[in-house]
C-alpha cells in the first residue's frame, strides 16, 4: 500500500484546500494518508525565505493571487474567505494537531482549517483555541508540554532536510509535489487519476483566446505545446501576444529573473517541476546552457510569423537552440522553410517593434503578473500553465465568481 504524508500548515490556505481533497485522491488509490502539521514560518525562515512572502509582491501579483485562491476553492466546490485577523500565529494549533492522537488528527485538522478559514476564527489565540480542543476530548495544556514542542521543531526540520520550502507538500515515495494545484501528480504517483487538470467544466465556448508570452519563460514552452490544441477543441480563435517579460516585470516591480530570486530549495524544486509538467504533457523539454534568453528578436519574428511561434519555443527548450543568436536563428528558420534573413531584417521595422510595445502596454493593462498568461473572451485572466484547466473551464463557460 502506497503512502501520501501530507505537510501542512493551518496558516496557509492552499494547504486548507489541499486538505479538501487529499483523503478522496488517497482513498481512490488505496493508499494510506498520513497527515504531518509543521510550522511553516520556522520552514521558511529554515531556507532563506521570508515569514509572509507575499509582503514584497507587486500590486498586479496580489490581485491575481487573491483571485486563484478563490478560483482554486471554487473549483473544490469549498468555502474560503480570508479572514480578517489574517495573518495569525499558528504555532500552538500545529502544536495541539501534534498533541491530538493520530485517530483524531485529521478530524481536529478539518476543524481548525474551519475555524479559522471559513468562520474567520482568531486561532492564534488560546481563547479561541480552547473549546476546539474540548470538542475532541482535549487539554489545551497538551500543548505546552517540552516534548510536543520539541516534535513541532523536529517535523519542520525533517520537512526541510526533505527539500521542502512550503506547503503543502505532499511526499509519495521518494518524491515530493508543492501546492495545491499539482494534486494530479500526487494522485498519479499514488495510483490512481482521480483527478485530471484536463477535465472540462460545461458551458459555452467564448470566441477568443488571448497567449501572452515570451520566450525566455520555460513555462510559457509548456504552455505553447498545448495552447493551439486547447484552441481548437473549443472552437475559440487564437491570438497570440508576444511581449517583453523583463519590461513588465520592471514596470510591476518584480525581479527581472525571479528564479534568481528564489531561495535554493525553491529553485531545485522549480526546475523539477518543469520537468514533471513535461512529462504530464508528453513533451520533450530541456534546460538550455544560455539562461537567460535574449528574446527580443526572437519576438519580433514571432510577430511577423505567428505560426513561428512553437517552433522558437522547441528550439530553445527542447532542442537547445540559442535562439537569442542571431545566426543561430536564422539557420533555425531556413531550416523550418522561412526566409530567416527577411525576418531578421524585419525585426527592425518600427511597426514590428512598436507592436511588440503596444502588447507589452496591454499585458501592464491588463493586471497580467507574468508569462504564460491567458485571457478568455477579452474578460477572464488566468496565469500559468498550470492553470490551463481553468483556461478550457472558462471557454467552456465557466465564469469564475472572483472575477
Given at each position: 500500500?502506497?503512502?501520501?504524508?501530507?505537510?501542512?500548515?493551518?496558516?496557509?490556505?492552499?494547504?486548507?484546500?489541499?486538505?479538501?481533497?487529499?483523503?478522496?485522491?488517497?482513498?481512490?488509490?488505496?493508499?494510506?494518508?498520513?497527515?504531518?502539521?509543521?510550522?511553516?514560518?520556522?520552514?521558511?525562515?529554515?531556507?532563506?525565505?521570508?515569514?509572509?512572502?507575499?509582503?514584497?509582491?507587486?500590486?498586479?501579483?496580489?490581485?491575481?493571487?487573491?483571485?486563484?485562491?478563490?478560483?482554486?476553492?471554487?473549483?473544490?466546490?469549498?468555502?474560503?474567505?480570508?479572514?480578517?485577523?489574517?495573518?495569525?500565529?499558528?504555532?500552538?494549533?500545529?502544536?495541539?494537531?501534534?498533541?491530538?492522537?493520530?485517530?483524531?488528527?485529521?478530524?481536529?485538522?478539518?476543524?481548525?482549517?474551519?475555524?479559522?478559514?471559513?468562520?474567520?476564527?482568531?486561532?492564534?489565540?488560546?481563547?479561541v483555541l480552547e473549546p476546539i480542543a474540548s470538542e475532541f476530548g482535549m487539554e489545551l495544556s497538551a500543548i505546552d508540554d517540552p516534548g510536543i514542542k520539541e516534535a513541532l521543531i523536529q517535523a519542520t526540520e525533517e520537512a526541510k532536510d526533505l527539500g521542502m520550502f512550503g506547503v503543502p507538500s505532499m511526499?509519495?515515495?521518494?518524491?515530493?509535489?508543492?501546492?495545491?494545484?499539482?494534486?494530479?501528480?500526487?494522485?498519479?504517483?499514488?495510483?490512481?487519476?482521480?483527478?485530471?487538470?484536463?477535465?472540462?467544466?460545461?458551458?459555452?465556448?467564448?470566441?477568443?483566446?488571448?497567449?501572452?508570452?515570451?520566450?525566455?519563460?520555460?513555462?510559457?514552452?509548456?504552455?505553447?505545446?498545448?495552447?493551439?490544441?486547447?484552441?481548437?477543441?473549443?472552437?475559440?480563435?487564437?491570438?497570440?501576444?508576444?511581449?517583453?517579460?523583463?519590461?513588465?516585470?520592471?514596470?510591476?516591480?518584480?525581479p527581472i529573473v525571479p528564479l534568481f530570486e528564489m531561495n535554493p530549495a525553491r529553485q531545485a524544486y522549480q526546475k523539477r517541476d518543469l520537468f514533471d509538467w513535461a512529462k504530464w504533457w508528453k513533451v520533450d523539454f530541456r534546460f538550455p546552457e544560455t539562461f537567460p534568453l535574449r528574446t527580443v528578436a526572437p519576438l519580433r519574428v514571432a510577430l511577423q510569423a505567428p505560426e513561428c511561434t512553437p517552433i522558437l519555443y522547441r528550439a530553445a527548450w527542447a532542442e537547445g537552440i540559442n535562439i537569442g543568436d542571431p545566426d543561430a536563428l536564422v539557420a533555425l528558420l531556413n531550416?523550418?522553410?522561412?526566409?530567416?534573413?527577411?525576418?531578421?531584417?524585419?525585426?527592425?521595422?518600427?511597426?514590428?517593434?512598436?507592436?511588440?510595445?503596444?502588447n507589452t502596454q496591454a499585458a501592464i493593462e491588463n493586471e497580467v503578473c507574468g508569462v504564460p498568461s491567458f485571457i478568455v473572451n477579452d474578460t477572464t485572466l488566468f496565469w500559468g500553465q498550470d492553470r490551463l484547466a481553468m483556461v478550457q473551464a472558462a471557454l467552456e463557460g465557466w465564469r469564475p465568481r472572483a472575477g
Amino acid at each position: 500500500m502506497p503512502t501520501v504524508r501530507f505537510f501542512y500548515d493551518i496558516a496557509c490556505p492552499y494547504a486548507y484546500l489541499a486538505s479538501t481533497q487529499i483523503e478522496a485522491i488517497c482513498t481512490a488509490a488505496g493508499a494510506e494518508l498520513e497527515w504531518k502539521p509543521i510550522l511553516l514560518g520556522g520552514l521558511y525562515r529554515s531556507v532563506g525565505g521570508k515569514d509572509h512572502p507575499a509582503q514584497s509582491w507587486p500590486s498586479a501579483k496580489i490581485l491575481h493571487n487573491e483571485r486563484d485562491m478563490a478560483r482554486q476553492a471554487e473549483c473544490f466546490g469549498v468555502t474560503l474567505q480570508r479572514p480578517d485577523c489574517y495573518p495569525q500565529r499558528t504555532v500552538e494549533a500545529q502544536r495541539l494537531l501534534l498533541a491530538a492522537p493520530l485517530s483524531i488528527r485529521p478530524q481536529l485538522t478539518h476543524r481548525l482549517y474551519q475555524a479559522y478559514w471559513v468562520e474567520g476564527q482568531a486561532i492564534g489565540q488560546r481563547e479561541v483555541l480552547e473549546p476546539i480542543a474540548s470538542e475532541f476530548g482535549m487539554e489545551l495544556s497538551a500543548i505546552d508540554d517540552p516534548g510536543i514542542k520539541e516534535a513541532l521543531i523536529q517535523a519542520t526540520e525533517e520537512a526541510k532536510d526533505l527539500g521542502m520550502f512550503g506547503v503543502p507538500s505532499m511526499q509519495v515515495g521518494d518524491t515530493f509535489y508543492w501546492g495545491a494545484d499539482r494534486l494530479h501528480f500526487v494522485a498519479r504517483d499514488a495510483g490512481c487519476e482521480a483527478l485530471d487538470p484536463e477535465d472540462p467544466y460545461p458551458a459555452d465556448a467564448p470566441p477568443t483566446l488571448d497567449f501572452f508570452h515570451d520566450f525566455s519563460s520555460p513555462f510559457s514552452y509548456l504552455a505553447s505545446t498545448q495552447i493551439e490544441r486547447i484552441a481548437k477543441a473549443h472552437g475559440a480563435k487564437l491570438r497570440y501576444r508576444p511581449i517583453l517579460l523583463g519590461a513588465l516585470f520592471k514596470a510591476i516591480g518584480t525581479p527581472i529573473v525571479p528564479l534568481f530570486e528564489m531561495n535554493p530549495a525553491r529553485q531545485a524544486y522549480q526546475k523539477r517541476d518543469l520537468f514533471d509538467w513535461a512529462k504530464w504533457w508528453k513533451v520533450d523539454f530541456r534546460f538550455p546552457e544560455t539562461f537567460p534568453l535574449r528574446t527580443v528578436a526572437p519576438l519580433r519574428v514571432a510577430l511577423q510569423a505567428p505560426e513561428c511561434t512553437p517552433i522558437l519555443y522547441r528550439a530553445a527548450w527542447a532542442e537547445g537552440i540559442n535562439i537569442g543568436d542571431p545566426d543561430a536563428l536564422v539557420a533555425l528558420l531556413n531550416r523550418e522553410g522561412f526566409d530567416g534573413q527577411a525576418l531578421l531584417e524585419g525585426t527592425q521595422d518600427p511597426a514590428i517593434k512598436a507592436k511588440l510595445f503596444e502588447n507589452t502596454q496591454a499585458a501592464i493593462e491588463n493586471e497580467v503578473c507574468g508569462v504564460p498568461s491567458f485571457i478568455v473572451n477579452d474578460t477572464t485572466l488566468f496565469w500559468g500553465q498550470d492553470r490551463l484547466a481553468m483556461v478550457q473551464a472558462a471557454l467552456e463557460g465557466w465564469r469564475p465568481r472572483a472575477g
